[in-house]
């Protein structure tokens, strides 16, 4: 094993113990209703990953208000660190959804974000999503 190999070993070991949090990321089913029936179409959602992450607030973000369907809301950015060596069934994508299950700081606990990013790289100590909050 190279110097670089070892390195990254125990980078990921050591961002796997700060991924504190449960979470669930998942691709929402798409809405549909059957005028002709009545019926509702719509698809179930997607599970791409359930388990441990590191759920963090960007340091940088100031919480950009923006108005959405009239209503003002403000956006927090977020960096969600899975595991590195995470498989997944489909990869991630824009507009996926990523919600706290469980956390040591139950007020994270519910918390819903918005995949915005997705970052990959062969020397990462964790996988990284980027995601905001869009309360």
């Keep these: 094993m190279s110097a670089l190999e070892a390195a990254l070993t125990a980078g990921r070991l050591a961002a796997e113990g700060l991924q504190r949090e449960t979470v669930r990321l998942y691709r929402p089913g798409t809405a549909a209703f059957d005028w002709d029936t009545g019926t509702d179409g719509s698809s179930a959602p997607l599970a791409l990953y359930s388990g441990p992450a590191r759920v963090k607030p960007v ?25 590195w060596g995470t498989d997944v069934s489909e990869r991630p994508a824009v507009g996926d959804l990523v ?4 956390s040591p700081d139950a007020r994270m606990v519910g ?10 790289s062969s020397t990462a100590t964790a996988w990284r999503i980027s995601a905001e909050d869009r309360s």
């Design 59 to 83: 340091a940088r973000s100031r919480g950009e208000e923006v108005e959405a369907g009239e209503v003002n809301v403000t956006l927090r950015e977020y960096t969600v660190s899975l595991p």
């Design 111 to 120: 918390l819903r974000l918005w995949v915005t990013g997705i970052e990959f």
């Design 99 to 102: 919600e706290v299950s469980a």
